[in-house]
């Protein structure tokens, strides 16, 4: 008998891995392996740049253990292996929260800083890669080193959105900050038109410290409903238990009538103007549904998602999203946001000044993909990039052009590490 | 505020029931062969909440340090109000088959080893009139099977003595809950694909804990496998043997 293989979060179908190694130690050595490896956490990332087909992962779950925490800082020193959600789930009633969170709590701590993860708060606090004081990087030379922001500052530059490839975050210290109590003050507001969107969406982020939309991909004119929240000192009993798919059926849930009916009825649906909701559901709405990933059947499923620069930002996603209604392909979970002016500490960060669009497709193979190549030729004359943590299909040539550091990156590149994502977009081209 | 012994502490689950411990306030004290894993766990249980997190270095096949050990858990401690003992291995069955040696010495880990540490702890409990002893059996102990009867029979003879410890002291306010979990997801079992019978080492340990709040003497976890347990101990011999189990 043999475990079961790691899988990405899209469930594409890619190989395995050859073999599977445990950290379970965070001195240990890194095991001495014939081929490459690359670092796996959780498995949230859609596409192969979590995956190592045929060669090795070393699966960083088993470094899981918190170190240390200040609390007259709240500074927390953890293993790589542990997840945001057990993060949340001891410092929130203690008054502490993550500075920035994505929308899943299911990823590691390693794995949030390998792909400099973004959240609501981008415009005001920056990506998870600027809230990060240190961490530990593990190479296969059995070097060890702290990079910080002013320690081995290039390493740091490079690991931070790194992609796993620069070698093993060991530990790591993060900056939690203060909290009044579990809730999130919700302000809604729908909105009609991308004009209207852009101005609604630049007074939410002067009021509130998170503001995220949530926009209906397929209806004629882009609609949606702009969701600004800020911390309010008010305690709320958590939600209900999780529910899951408990297994993946035997074809995809999401078609275009399930996506029509729905995007309608969740944009019909009451939004109050004004509510206090538990932070779990505002920041984490699918985390409610254990393995969601699976109502996609056996195909799997794509996300893309796109940053183009302000200035290109109100064209380039109206003509994105005339492409995907065009295509009568699209997505119940599309996502609009605005990055702010922070910069990104990594080489290979994605967040960057600009428009960010994240919609999942269901894999209908050839239609979806050509699709995909419309999208890649609208963000690429915006001057915008793709997120490696999301993708499964973007060709070399693309991502080159979305990341000019690139060359500069791979010195930093571990000679030992790979992932089925950068054998795609570095070898084969 | 609970004075808890682990002995076995950097396994799955008892790392597990330590963290949720932890969580509650209680001072700990972790014994185990590893000792970086051990200042790792500590230090873990110390963020998580733990009023204290002792270790100490100790293979338990060395019953000679024992007695040592317990002193220093009752003086960091100041006395003992749970000890879960956790440690064990998984042997290969094929290679014990073929090794006496490897036989016995798999016999003292998950056997010998328990029985000594139980007899120490249940005397000091006794003495104190207080106390729970909970034990990390295994389903594997109650009908021995071709694919891994000396890990049965040292959890069988495991179970067979809390039993009689158990006995003994009912009157002498001292709880001895005997833990058969099944097919649990640790590094233990890593080589194994999980099927719908498999828990996560959480869920097992939150069984642990739930059953020494309850004064509990024999939990099966998750508790499926009561029943199914049941069954196989009720297959006659001259059927069973012929089955593939």
């Given at each position: 008998?043999?475990?079961?293989?790691?899988?990405?979060?899209?469930?594409?179908?890619?190989?395995?891995?050859?073999?599977v190694r445990r950290c379970g130690e965070r001195?240990?050595?890194?095991?001495?392996?014939?081929?490459?490896?690359?670092?796996?956490?959780?498995?949230?990332?859609?596409?192969?740049?979590?995956?190592?087909?045929?060669?090795?992962?070393?699966?960083?779950?088993?470094?899981?253990?918190?170190?240390?925490?200040?609390?007259?800082?709240?500074?927390?020193?953890?293993?790589?292996?542990?997840?945001?959600?057990?993060?949340?789930?001891?410092?929130?009633?203690?008054?502490?929260?993550?500075?920035?969170?994505?929308?899943?709590?299911?990823?590691?701590?390693?794995?949030?800083?390998?792909?400099?993860?973004?959240?609501?708060?981008?415009?005001?606090?920056?990506?998870?890669?600027?809230?990060?004081?240190?961490?530990?990087?593990?190479?296969?030379?059995?070097?060890?080193?702290?990079?910080?922001?002013?320690?081995?500052?290039?390493?740091?530059?490079?690991?931070?959105?790194?992609?796993?490839?620069?070698?093993?975050?060991?530990?790591?210290?993060?900056?939690?900050?203060?909290?009044?109590?579990?809730?999130?003050?919700?302000?809604?507001?729908?909105?009609?038109?991308?004009?209207?969107?852009?101005?609604?969406?630049?007074?939410?982020?002067?009021?509130?410290?998170?503001?995220?939309?949530?926009?209906?991909?397929?209806?004629?004119?882009?609609?949606?409903?702009?969701?600004?929240?800020?911390?309010?000192?008010?305690?709320?009993?958590?939600?209900?238990?999780?529910?899951?798919?408990?297994?993946?059926?035997?074809?995809?849930?999401?078609?275009?009538?399930?996506?029509?009916?729905?995007?309608?009825?969740?944009?019909?649906?009451?939004?109050?103007?004004?509510?206090?909701?538990?932070?779990?559901?505002?920041?984490?709405?699918?985390?409610?549904?254990?393995?969601?990933?699976?109502?996609?059947?056996?195909?799997?499923?794509?996300?893309?998602?796109?940053?183009?620069?302000?200035?290109?930002?109100?064209?380039?996603?109206?003509?994105?999203?005339?492409?995907?209604?065009?295509?009568?392909?699209?997505?119940?979970?599309?996502?609009?946001?605005?990055?702010?002016?922070?910069?990104?500490?990594?080489?290979?960060?994605?967040?960057?000044?600009?428009?960010?669009?994240?919609?999942?497709?269901?894999?209908?193979?050839?239609?979806?993909?050509?699709?995909?190549?419309?999208?890649?030729?609208?963000?690429?004359?915006?001057?915008?990039?793709?997120?490696?943590?999301?993708?499964?299909?973007?060709?070399?040539?693309?991502?080159?052009?979305?990341?000019?550091?690139?060359?500069?990156?791979?010195?930093?590149?571990?000679?030992?590490?790979?992932?089925?994502?950068?054998?795609?977009?570095?070898?084969?081209? | 505020?609970?004075?808890?012994?682990?002995?076995?502490?950097?396994?799955?689950?008892?790392?597990?029931?330590?963290?949720q411990w932890a969580a509650r306030g209680a001072?700990?004290?972790?014994?185990?062969?590893?000792?970086?894993?051990?200042?790792?766990?500590?230090?873990?249980?110390?963020?998580?909440?733990?009023?204290?997190?002792?270790?100490?270095?100790?293979?338990?096949?060395?019953?000679?340090?024992?007695?040592?050990?317990?002193?220093?858990?009752?003086?960091?401690?100041?006395?003992?109000?749970?000890?879960?003992?956790?440690?064990?291995?998984?042997?290969?069955?094929?290679?014990?088959?073929?090794?006496?040696?490897?036989?016995?010495?798999?016999?003292?880990?998950?056997?010998?080893?328990?029985?000594?540490?139980?007899?120490?702890?249940?005397?000091?409990?006794?003495?104190?009139?207080?106390?729970s002893l909970a034990v990390i059996s295994s389903?594997?102990?109650?009908?021995?099977?071709?694919?891994?009867?000396?890990?049965?029979?040292?959890?069988?003879?495991?179970?067979?003595?809390?039993?009689?410890?158990?006995?003994?002291?009912?009157?002498?306010?001292?709880?001895?809950?005997?833990?058969?979990?099944?097919?649990?997801?640790?590094?233990?079992?890593?080589?194994?694909?999980?099927?719908?019978?498999?828990?996560?080492?959480?869920?097992?340990?939150?069984?642990?804990?739930?059953?020494?709040?309850?004064?509990?003497?024999?939990?099966?976890?998750?508790?499926?496998?009561?029943?199914?347990?049941?069954?196989?101990?009720?297959?006659?011999?001259?059927?069973?043997?012929?089955?593939?189990?």
């Open positions: 008998m043999t475990a079961a293989p790691l899988s990405a979060w899209g469930n594409l179908g890619w190989p395995p891995a050859a073999e001195g240990a050595p890194l095991p001495a392996v014939a081929g490459t490896l690359l670092p796996y956490g959780n498995g949230r990332s859609y596409g192969d740049s979590c995956l190592n087909p045929g060669g090795t992962l070393l699966a960083m779950r088993g470094l899981d253990r918190f170190i240390a925490f200040d609390a007259g800082s709240g500074v927390l020193a953890c293993e790589a292996g542990v997840l945001l959600a057990d993060i949340l789930a001891v410092f929130v009633p203690r008054g502490w929260f993550l500075p920035v969170t994505p929308g899943t709590r299911y990823v590691t701590v390693g794995g949030a800083i390998a792909n400099d993860v973004h959240g609501k708060n981008h415009h005001a606090a920056g990506g998870f890669g600027a809230q990060v004081r240190s961490f530990e990087l593990l190479r296969s030379d059995g070097s060890r080193r702290r990079c910080s922001p002013t320690d081995n500052a290039d390493w740091f530059a490079a690991t931070v959105g790194g992609l796993g490839l620069t070698g093993v975050i060991t530990q790591a210290e993060l900056q939690l900050r203060r909290i009044g109590g579990n809730a999130i003050a919700v302000h809604n507001r729908r909105f009609t038109g991308l004009d209207e969107f852009f101005a609604a969406n630049a007074e939410a982020e002067h009021a509130h410290e998170y503001a995220v939309a949530w926009i209906d991909c397929l209806a004629k004119t882009p609609r949606g409903v702009l969701m600004g929240g800020n911390h309010v000192d008010a305690e709320l009993p958590a939600p209900r238990g999780e529910r899951n798919v408990p297994l993946t059926p035997p074809f995809s849930c999401i078609n275009g009538l399930s996506l029509r009916a729905f995007n309608a009825a969740y944009y019909g649906k009451p939004w109050p103007t004004a509510q206090t909701v538990h932070y779990q559901p505002y920041f984490y709405p699918l985390d409610a549904i254990g393995h969601w990933n699976r109502i996609y059947g056996p195909r799997g499923f794509y996300q893309y998602q796109s940053v183009v620069p302000p200035a290109a930002a109100r064209e380039a996603t109206g003509e994105m999203l005339a492409a995907i209604a065009a295509s009568g392909q699209g997505s119940f979970l599309a996502v609009l946001k605005n990055f702010g002016a922070r910069p990104s500490p990594g080489l290979l960060s994605f967040p960057m000044p600009g428009t960010t669009l994240a919609l999942d497709f269901p894999n209908h193979g050839a239609a979806t993909l050509a699709l995909f190549e419309r999208l890649d030729a609208i963000v690429r004359a915006a001057g915008g990039r793709l997120y490696p943590a999301k993708d499964a299909r973007m060709p070399a040539a693309m991502f080159r052009a979305g990341y000019p550091r690139l060359a500069e990156f791979t010195s930093y590149v571990d000679p030992k590490f790979s992932s089925g994502f950068w054998r795609r977009v570095m070898e084969n081209n | 505020m609970q004075k808890i012994l682990i002995i076995g502490a950097t396994s799955a689950i008892a790392e597990a029931a330590a963290r001072a700990l004290f972790l014994v185990a062969r590893n000792a970086a894993k051990l200042d790792a766990i500590a230090a873990d249980l110390i963020v998580r909440g733990a009023a204290k997190a002792g270790t100490r270095v100790m293979d338990a096949t060395d019953t000679a340090a024992h007695a040592a050990m317990l002193d220093a858990a009752v003086a960091a401690l100041g006395g003992i109000d749970v000890a879960l003992i956790a440690h064990g291995t998984l042997p290969d069955q094929q290679a014990c088959a073929a090794s006496v040696e490897l036989t016995l010495h798999e016999i003292d880990t998950n056997g010998l080893s328990v029985v000594a540490l139980a007899t120490r702890l249940a005397n000091l409990m006794e003495a104190q009139g207080s106390g389903v594997a102990g109650d009908r021995g099977r071709q694919s891994n009867y000396v890990y049965g029979a040292a959890k069988g003879m495991v179970t067979r003595f809390l039993q009689g410890l158990r006995n003994r002291l009912a009157k002498k306010g001292v709880q001895v809950l005997t833990v058969k979990p099944g097919f649990v997801d640790t590094p233990m079992t890593a080589a194994f694909r999980k099927g719908a019978l498999w828990a996560k080492p959480e869920q097992v340990a939150r069984g642990i804990i739930a059953a020494i709040d309850r004064k509990k003497d024999e939990v099966y976890l998750p508790g499926f496998w009561r029943l199914i347990m049941l069954i196989i101990r009720h297959i006659p011999e001259r059927i069973f043997k012929k089955l593939s189990l």
